[in-house]
């Protein structure tokens, strides 16, 4: 004997009309997913800003608490760090130079986000078009700086790209997970400019790893405190935007991403689709490598100039809830705290590494609601178990 499923609640929808509202179990029943229910069901659902400011609040909070038990004045050590990042000269110019190469990241992980892929591949996909872009300066330092600047950036995009598209050839022939496969990329990334900066593109006048120089033709130094990079980062995020929301790609992500199965009903290829996703995002991780080789002194290749990049990248992306104009802000903040760990460990005494946490702790905060969408996801699972054998 079946036992019945609970009605479902109905309500007035606008207009006058009835909307129903299916119960957990009926939802499991029919094989969609069960939801989240109330207040932070809709907050889940709906991506609002709310979740990453609930986030920040808590590892603020947690950052507090820490820098408290080592006998700082929270309020004071945050004033300092942001006073400095955002208000002082110097510290403003180290934030804006920081948001470029952010922003660009940032996009590496938010694009493949629409197809529910999580490419944590950003650094080392930075890293080779840095390097990419390096040899392509040396190789044209006699060249007019015009067609340095613009030969560095399309190969700093492609190589980016290329590499990126390595991960997703392997999602879309064999099914090898892109975590895994991004992962090994960066160790294979970081062995080959380890090989480049003590090998063919070593500048043998400097006593560290390092590429020569861009010729001084092709630099692209600050106009004040604002970086060359800005406004290629900015336009760069509203473009994605608008290429997700307004175009023919943007539609077949969305499609793959939302349901595989549909998307492969209606003609969509998946493989082609994954391929192109990871290459578009690492032609963004890699744009930010040639900018940065031609628009950030020293205006050469040298070991961590990809520090903390990829990671920085992840937490940017998920702050903006996968959305490219939101990671424009959540860039900003990052590139803050960056710029003002410095002085925030001269000014209090603190270590550096604390920022490091607290950023830590934002990225747990704000991976929680995708924690409790897979939780609510195995519970339509067992519903739907339950609800079967019941009726069986």
């Known amino acids: 004997m079946s036992t019945p499923i609970p ?25 969609g997913p069960a939801r989240p229910s109330g207040t932070l069901g809709l907050l889940i659902r709906r991506q609002t800003i709310v979740v990453p400011l609930v986030a920040l609040a808590a590892a603020f909070s947690v950052g507090a608490l820490l820098i408290r038990s080592q006998g700082v004045n929270p309020a004071y050590a945050y ?36 197809l529910g892929l999580f490419n ?77 900066l003590n090998g063919p593109l070593a500048d043998e006048q400097v006593p560290y790893p390092a590429s020569h120089a861009v010729p001084g033709s092709a630099q692209l130094p600050p106009i004040g405190v604002v970086p060359i990079g800005l406004p290629v980062a900015v336009t760069l995020a509203v473009a994605t935007a608008w290429l997700l929301r307004r175009t023919t790609i943007g539609f077949r992500f969305e499609t793959v991403g939302r349901n595989r199965y549909a998307a492969s009903y209606a003609g969509i290829s998946i493989r082609t689709t994954t391929v192109v996703a ?14 940065e080789l031609v628009g950030v002194e020293p205006y050469r290749y040298q070991d961590g100039i990809a520090a903390s990049l990829g990671f920085d990248g992840i937490t940017i992306a998920l702050l903006a809830r996968g959305n490219p104009i939101g990671t424009i802000p959540a860039a900003l903040l990052v590139a803050a705290m960056r710029a003002g760990a410095p002085h925030l460990a001269l000014d209090t005494g603190l270590r550096p590494e604390i920022v490091d946490m607290v950023l830590a702790i934002t990225l747990l905060f704000v991976s929680l609601p995708l924690v409790v969408k897979l939780i609510f996801r195995k519970h339509a699972a067992k519903g739907s178990q339950l609800a079967s054998s019941w009726g069986a």
């Open 79 to 114: 004033e300092s760090l942001f006073s400095y990042a955002l208000l002082d000269g110097s510290g403003l110019t180290a934030t804006l130079q920081k948001v470029v190469p952010l922003v660009l990241c940032g996009l590496a992980v938010a694009i493949p986000l629409r």
């Open 7 to 31: 009605p479902p609640e109905v309500r007035e929808a606008p207009g006058g009309a009835e909307e129903s509202t299916p119960s957990p179990v009926a939802a499991a029943d029919r094989g």
């Open 278 to 291: 990871m290459g578009i995002a690492g032609g963004c991780a890699g744009l930010s490598g040639g900018i």
């Open 120 to 196: 944590i591949g950003g650094q080392g996909q930075f890293m080779v078009g840095a390097i990419g872009a390096a040899a392509a300066a040396y190789a044209l330092r006699s060249a007019p700086g015009i067609v340095t600047i613009i030969v560095t950036m399309v190969v700093g995009v492609l190589a980016g790209s290329m590499w990126a598209s390595i991960a997703g050839l392997l999602k879309a022939a064999r099914g090898v997970h892109e975590v895994i496969s991004t992962i090994m990329l960066n160790s294979v990334a970081g062995g080959l400019i380890d090989w480049m």
